[in-house]
């Protein structure tokens, strides 16, 4: 935070001056490089906002954490440092503990577009969502979920087994994935997205839990990577498509703030249906680079079905022990109306990966009922 504020009065452009009237650029951040998928979204709202506004909402895009590092993003919004942009929620569980404390969901609904909406709609609905986003000041919208993560690994031998699992350094961010890692035997180490390709390189990690369009969409860990293997730990969902500085937010007309609801929307369908038809893609090219894919064995599969089974982990435990959240049960229980509706719409669909029928399906059952005349407006 103290980073965050220091640029805030570097930069000189407060938000009491960054008014709905104002035809300025505004600061849009991302810790991702443009090519990946969270900044191809945030450059696209950034494109339509500017466009449909006629110039009144333009923003300089910060890449590649230019601005702040990757587990920054969500203070300098909050903090004015940026108007806008992504968080990947992962990265800061002390300020985002209740996205955190969902992250286990992903085992229990497995396709990735139906738990990638239930998150989204959950967090633009729920009480407690929306309150702890306000803690943040800053305004959520959208969502999605990337594929299953596989193992992207630089090690001599590909990764099948529980013995060769034995105290190997994973990449993964926190949440479930993390847990897991550790239950199994191996360290859960927390590297930025960005930062993967040297850590693989370097051996800082033996293995990547990411998805696998890192291989060759997203990044080129095929370059560093010896195998690929299968693991299907869950994806990652939980974090907005994209965030707004809530004083920034309320500063803005009520026809800006219909656009900007309506333009996140449809990138939230664009990201969603990004990673869909992405993962294959790379699988494949990846295949045909040389990259050896293996599935993990009967042994290390059935270890991880016994700790779904065992509660998730112990979800619940883990959710008041690590996210301070008193009542779990209750906690859930609000996120499973979102989940199992989401299911039934996402498996109701002709093609979930048409971006129209998808947008559709968002503007009906997601944004229908924000008012963007009230919408985090007190």
């Known amino acids: 935070m103290n980073t965050a504020r220091q640029l805030l009065m570097v930069t000189a452009i407060g938000l009491g001056s960054a008014t709905a009237a104002s035809a300025q650029d505004y600061r849009m951040t991302t810790y991702a490089p443009p090519n990946e998928a969270a900044s191809i979204h945030q450059t696209y709202i950034a494109e339509q906002l500017c466009e449909r506004t006629g110039g009144e909402l333009c923003f300089e895009i910060f890449y ?16 004015g440092v940026a108007h806008a942009g992504f968080q990947a929620a992962g990265y800061i569980p002390s300020e985002l503990p209740l996205n955190n404390a969902l992250t286990a969901y992903g085992f229990l609904e497995t396709n990735a577009t139906a738990i990638g909406m239930a998150f989204a709609d959950w967090g633009m609905h729920n009480e407690r969502a929306l309150a702890q986003y306000e803690e943040n000041n800053v305004v959520p919208f959208g969502g999605f979920s990337t594929p299953v993560y596989p193992f992207i690994c630089n090690t001599p031998d590909p990764i099948t087994s529980l013995d060769q699992f034995q105290g190997l350094k994973v990449r993964f961010p926190g949440g479930a994935n993390a847990l897991l890692t550790e239950h199994l035997g191996g360290v859960a180490v ?8 040297q850590a693989l390189q370097t051996g800082v990690i033996d293995c990547a839990g990411i998805l696998a369009g890192f291989l060759n969409i997203d990044n080129s860990l095929q370059e560093v990577a010896t195998s690929v293997t299968l693991a299907n730990f ?32 449809r990138a939230s369908a664009m990201m969603q249906i990004h990673f869909n038809t992405n993962n294959d893609q790379a699988i494949e090219t990846a295949r045909e680079y040389g990259i050896e894919f293996v599935e993990l064995d009967d042994e290390f599969q059935a270890a991880v079905q016994e700790w779904v089974d065992n509660g998730v982990g112990d979800m619940a435990g883990i959710a008041t022990e690590v996210y301070g959240i008193q009542d779990p049960e209750a906690f859930f229980a609000e996120f499973q109306p979102y989940v199992d509706e989401w299911h039934e719409l996402i498996n109701s669909m002709t093609d979930v990966n048409d971006v129209d029928e998808l947008t559709a399906l968002i503007e009906e059952h997601m944004y229908g009922d924000l008012d963007p005349s009230t919408y985090m407006m007190e």
């Open 64 to 79: 590649a954490s230019s601005l702040v590092p990757a587990a920054g993003q969500l203070a300098a919004i909050g903090d």
């Open 234 to 265: 869950t994806g990652s969902y939980n974090s907005a498509v994209h965030l707004a500085n809530l004083d920034f937010w309320r500063g803005l007309t009520d026809e800006q703030r219909a656009i900007y609801l309506e333009v996140t929307a």
């Open 190 to 197: 927390n590297v930025p997205g960005n930062e993967l390709y």
